[in-house]
């Protein structure tokens, strides 16, 4: 099995340990369409919701309790094919995979809310970039650390010490490249808070809490000022109060 299948074995394991939560951001009415979002408490799909107060749209959160197999349920996998989180339905319009969502939903929305996307094109250039460089460079280490300093032993998987150590070093030399970006912008894209930043998020707030490596990131003096700045937005004070995380 190559790396890619390595991943997404891992990444299977990983969402069967999610439980559901069954808070909701609002409930829907007779009148008023709202954007149900399945999976809340996930880390992923908490990029997705961030990204929907941000642009003030009206979510409901929809509980899926894996531990039941209700992910291999053939109603949710005529929405979500490979049976995982998150996945938006809008009327009849389903999306999947959280960085896809929310590029749709900071575009159609543009004008409403917080601009996530930039004012130029050079600006969105940027955005691009540096969200391609978080799901490329920093969620995979980040994701590594997760597995198995979070959810190994209920998974059931041999805790890899080297997997950790090897994850932290990458991570550690991804997140010098992030200090020396943000010494010279306020925020990934330049500075503007965008998708960009909204994307480290949930898996950050691991990384500083369960995790239990914090210092990577108040080591490094733009890092952590970056992150001070982004984990205090309300938007994510209010994504962490109605799903918190499922540990």
């Not at 069967?16 to 954007?35: A, G």
């Amino acid at each position: 099995m190559g790396p890619k299948g390595e991943k997404k074995t891992a990444a299977a394991l990983f969402y069967k340990l999610k439980r559901p939560s069954t808070l909701q951001h609002s409930q829907p009415t007779s009148t008023t369409m709202v954007v149900k979002v399945y999976g809340p408490v996930f880390a992923s799909p908490k990029r997705v919701l961030v990204c929907l107060v941000e642009k003030e749209i009206e979510f409901e959160g929809v509980p899926l309790d894996l531990l039941k197999g209700e992910h291999k349920d053939p109603e949710f996998l005529k929405l979500q094919p490979f049976g995982t989180v998150p996945v938006t339905q809008d009327g009849d319009y389903v999306l999947y995979e959280s960085r896809a969502i929310m590029r749709y939903y900071a575009e159609k929305y543009k004008s409403q809310g917080t601009d996530l996307l930039g004012k130029t094109v050079e600006e969105r250039g940027q955005v691009e970039n540096w969200l391609e460089v978080e799901a490329h460079n920093f969620d995979p280490h980040v994701f590594n650390l997760t597995l198995h300093v979070m959810f190994s032993s209920k998974l059931g998987i041999p805790r890899d010490e080297n997997v950790i150590k090897e994850s932290e070093e990458k991570l550690s030399r991804v997140l010098d490249i992030y200090e020396e970006r943000l010494s010279k912008s306020k925020y990934l894209a330049g500075d503007f808070f965008s998708l960009a930043d909204l994307s480290h998020l949930p898996f950050t707030q691991y990384l500083v809490g369960p995790i239990g490596k914090e210092y990577m990131i108040t080591s490094r003096k733009h890092v952590n000022a970056w992150w001070n700045d982004i984990s205090s937005r309300p938007s994510w004070q209010k994504v962490q109060q109605l799903y918190p995380a499922p540990l």
